[in-house]
């Protein structure tokens, strides 16, 4: 993939070897850095980062917060989640090492004095490191935050860059919670940072599975052919989880599944498996076929996404044996809460390629499973010769999480005397066939933002035309009037039975995971 | 199942004819408990009297990683009579998703007389269909190998470090490129006991603001255990084909004269202490000392550049192991030409023959 225009000339030394160039030494300047992004994602992949001798000597991690904190103690409470977090054992001579780069910066997220300090503390770790102005900003905090530390951040003079250095900034979801909270945040942020300049994360992007999606698509000359609706009977995107909305009742309270989930992870998968073969692997190639798919998502007038969509809430049940509550009883959920944990769609792609191909996604908090998978049903072949009582299709399936993977579900004759057809499944595991686990996704993607490589992060406008598609489900399910119903089912179920009707009355059923 | 019981065994004897038939009935037995994987064919030969014992046990590592089907050789060339014996056996290793043991194949061949004759067949018969074929070859190379061979060889792996003749050795893999029309890689371990002494070296450079240091390097020092002076000379190669420089004088064994582009002069040194095949590399490039040596703990690189402007910052970077597990396993996750290695080669082909 592409890196951005302000990289250097290719380094001679680096011809032929295994491992990616090292970005150029920077700053990294985390905001929120006491929370739990931070201890849990961010500082492990770093910390694996400098393991595995990708992380560019030099680079200096400063955590801006608000509680009172020494150094010392910041690197304590680091090394202590670390430990628990990291993809790899921390070593100490690695840990000691990597920790003396890490300092703390304690300053309200508005107060200009705090952004004026980190900046002098910064430019002396320019001179001191080498790392010449590079600086990457992190929102790790709230949402609510953000506006606060970007107007700072212009303020302080923080995103301007001199020549031959960079300012870049990444921001976590939510990216708003609807179209015009999100126009509103991409203005906030255009006025601090060029488009050029942010890196909006979507973790399930940073997924190895997910950038194989791309690589299975355009480096394998079998599928290009049979990739549309011609060929194509349906497709499906499940994301399921066991667990339940836990610590973060809090925000999912507001967001709900079709925000927390769908609006990023499921849509940004979705452009995956529909958009056509980009031009080139620059950044902005590859986010302009993902934002034509988004685009072209057939909008369903308020009458017609009680029909499409089925949202659900979980109630008490049993999660691997063990009784659990219903999210109503969970703790700082409203007891009437109307918020969805489970969201099912029936969705069409208005292009050429995928005209009258149904896509079915749901995502689900309490489900028997968890897995985010895409299955791609292939269409019957011809009713006759062996076709014609076979009801099962071939399957394409490619599996994010956990066991990553792809599988396919082929027809073949059951050994014996009879003509009997059975499907049967060829399997690839990542796990089985590379024995060398996947770097985290948050390794990968703060890595990309380093080196500037926007490709697995979302443009604005990919942002902005998502919450145009799912603005109006939204709005119809607060509508005062006629709002489709909120459906109810038992953890450990696969959602509500509105949810397998979606499919049923169009002669289909979900892939059984 | 017996044959997985005792990993580093040779397994079931099996009959030549009946290998494939006796590996589907291993699989059959432990179904459901295990999956088989792979991902190329890895055959190994040797001449070594107990190599197969030891290469099984290399291969019972290699695998946690690298899933395969071996084929292992232990060749008796002087044997009076031809015989062949064949052995099947499973590595099983618990997957790194952590729930199943996968597990590779491996089919150990004992031959005795007729090697040379014998080896083709024996390694062309029993490949997994359709996947690469790797063949570490772990003797000198010879004349009398049946070409055929070396059409059906994706990747050999050797080891340069040992060649007691390293003219004809070289000579030797021209004629089996030839024979190859050059589709074969050559994988020669001794280069990749560099691999991560030149990733540390290189990563210096990426940064816009050294590159101009490349050119302006005049000094250059090589510490290398002794019996390693190939190594040595490969990494001195290395620098040369990349950054343009000739080699214009052996002024000792030991001490080497490049021209650079501009035109200057850069001096190699080499110099032999005990510690690793090639211990620490120490680039002067002006006023800056670009400096990469191994951390006491053995398994980590120090890296740091010092300029009098700033402070020095030493770092850590992993060194990866230089024993044979380590060397193969990053021979074969790399892939890929060894275009780079070929260049290196070319520029201090001269210095490794034994001349000037």
């Avoid at chain 1, 600086?135 to 700072?152: H, T």
């Avoid at chain 1, 991409?186 to 999606?213: C, M, P, W």
């Avoid at chain 1, 791309?214 to 990739?227: K, Q, T």
């Avoid at chain 2, 230089?322 to 890929?336: A, M, T």
Wanted: hydrophobic share 40%; proline share 5%; net charge negative.
């Amino acid at each position: 993939m592409n890196r951005a225009s302000d990289q250097p000339e290719p380094n001679p030394l680096r011809e032929g070897l295994a491992a990616r160039p090292v970005p150029q030494p920077c700053s990294i300047v985390i905001f929120g850095a006491t929370g739990d992004l931070t201890h849990r994602k961010l500082v492990p992949a770093l910390y694996n980062l400098a393991a595995d001798g990708e992380l560019p000597p030099g680079v200096v991690i400063v955590g801006f917060a608000r509680r009172d904190k020494s150094d010392d103690e910041f690197r304590r409470d680091l090394e202590e989640t670390t430990r628990k977090f990291s993809r790899q054992p921390v070593r100490d001579e690695i840990w000691n090492a990597f920790a003396q780069t890490i300092l703390y910066h304690r300053s309200e997220f508005g107060d200009e004095a705090g952004y004026k300090q980190v900046t002098e503390r910064l430019d002396e770790i320019d001179k001191s490191h080498g790392t010449r102005g590079n600086r990457l900003f992190y929102l790790a905090a709230g949402p609510d935050q953000f506006e606060a530390i970007l107007k700072n951040l212009k303020a302080a003079g923080l995103n301007q860059t001199c020549k031959g250095s960079w300012a870049r900034i990444i921001i976590e979801k939510p990216f708003g919670t609807d179209l015009t909270s999100a126009r509103e945040l991409n203005r906030a942020v255009r006025n601090s940072f060029t488009e050029e300049q942010t890196y909006r994360i979507d973790h399930f992007l940073g997924k190895e599975t997910a950038q194989n999606i791309l690589v299975m698509r355009f480096a394998n000359a079998i599928f290009s052919p049979l990739w549309n609706t011609h060929y194509i009977d349906n497709v499906q995107i499940t994301a399921a989880e066991t667990l339940g909305v836990g610590t973060r009742a809090g925000y999912y309270e507001d967001a709900g599944a079709l925000r927390d989930m769908v609006q990023n992870h499921l849509i940004q998968l979705l452009c995956l498996v529909a958009m056509e073969p980009p031009t080139d692997l620059s950044a902005d190639s590859i986010r302009d076929e993902k934002v034509k798919v988004v685009r072209s998502l057939h909008r369903w007038s308020r009458s017609e996404i009680a029909a499409n969509v089925v949202r659900g809430q979980y109630m008490e049940g049993n999660i691997h044996g063990e009784p659990v509550l219903g999210y109503r009883q969970e703790q700082n959920v409203n007891p009437n809460s109307q918020t969805e944990t489970f969201v099912a769609l029936r969705l069409f792609i208005d292009n050429w390629r995928w005209a009258d191909v149904p896509v079915y996604m749901r995502v689900g908090k309490r489900l028997p499973k968890s897995a985010t998978e895409i299955s791609i049903h292939f269409k019957k072949a011809p009713a006759v010769l062996f076709n014609k009582d076979l009801r099962d299709l071939n399957v394409l399936v490619i599996r994010i999480q956990p066991d990553e993977g792809i599988s396919l579900r082929i027809h073949a004759k059951v050994p014996g005397t009879s003509f009997r057809i059975e499907p049967v499944k060829m399997d690839f595991h990542y796990g089985t066939s590379f024995g060398k686990p996947s770097p985290e996704a948050y390794e990968r993607l703060l890595l990309d933002a380093m080196s500037g490589d926007a490709t697995l992060f979302a443009r604005s406008d990919e942002v902005e035309e998502a919450w145009a598609f799912i603005d109006p489900i939204e709005e119809a399910w607060h509508a005062k009037k006629d709002a489709p119903e909120l459906c109810f089912y038992p953890a450990g179920s696969w959602g509500p039975e509105a949810a397998d009707n979606l499919l049923t009355r169009d002669g289909r059923a979900w892939r059984r995971l | 199942m017996p044959a997985t019981a005792k990993t580093y065994s040779l397994g079931t004897p099996v009959e030549i004819g009946k290998i494939e038939h006796e590996l589907k009935r291993l699989w059959q037995e432990g179904e459901g408990a295990m999956s088989r994987a792979s991902l190329m064919n890895f055959a190994v030969y040797s001449e070594e009297p107990g190599s197969l014992q030891n290469n099984t046990q290399l291969m019972a590592q290699i695998t946690e990683n690298h899933a395969c089907r071996a084929i292992v050789i232990e060749a008796d060339c002087n044997a009076d009579d031809d015989l062949v014996s064949a052995w099947i056996s499973a590595h099983c290793h618990v997957s790194s998703v952590g729930s199943k043991q996968v597990c590779s194949e491996q089919i150990s061949f004992l031959l005795k007389g007729g090697c040379t004759t014998q080896l083709p067949n024996i390694i062309l018969a029993n490949l997994d269909s359709d996947l690469p074929l790797y063949l570490w070859w772990q003797e000198e190379f010879r004349e009398q190998i049946d070409p055929q061979l070396w059409t059906w060889v994706d990747r050999v792996i050797f080891d340069s470090h040992g060649w007691s003749d390293f003219r004809s050795q070289i000579r030797l893999l021209e004629l089996i490129q030839e024979e190859a029309n050059q589709h074969i890689v050559l994988c020669d371990l001794n280069w990749t006991r560099l691999d991560n002494v030149r990733f540390a070296l290189a990563q210096f450079f990426d940064h816009p603001a050294s590159h101009h240091r490349l050119a302006k390097i005049s000094k250059a020092r090589i510490d290398f255990a002794p019996g390693f002076r190939s190594t040595a000379i490969l990494f001195a190669g290395w620098l040369a084909a990349q950054l343009n420089w000739h080699i214009e004088e052996v002024k000792s064994p030991c001490e080497l004269r490049f021209t650079g582009a501009s035109p200057r002069h850069i001096d190699v040194d080499l110099r032999e202490r005990n510690g690793e095949a090639v211990h620490e590399i120490a680039l002067t490039s002006a006023d800056v000392e670009f400096r990469i040596t191994y951390a006491d703990c053995g398994d980590l690189l120090e890296i740091s550049r010092t300029q009098k402007s700033e402070t020095r910052h030493p770092q850590l970077m992993p060194a990866g192991k230089n024993d044979p597990v380590g060397l193969i396993s990053e021979e074969l996750i790399r892939g890929g030409p060894h275009r780079v290695y070929l260049n290196a080669l070319n520029c201090v082909r001269d210095l490794l023959c034994g001349g000037p």
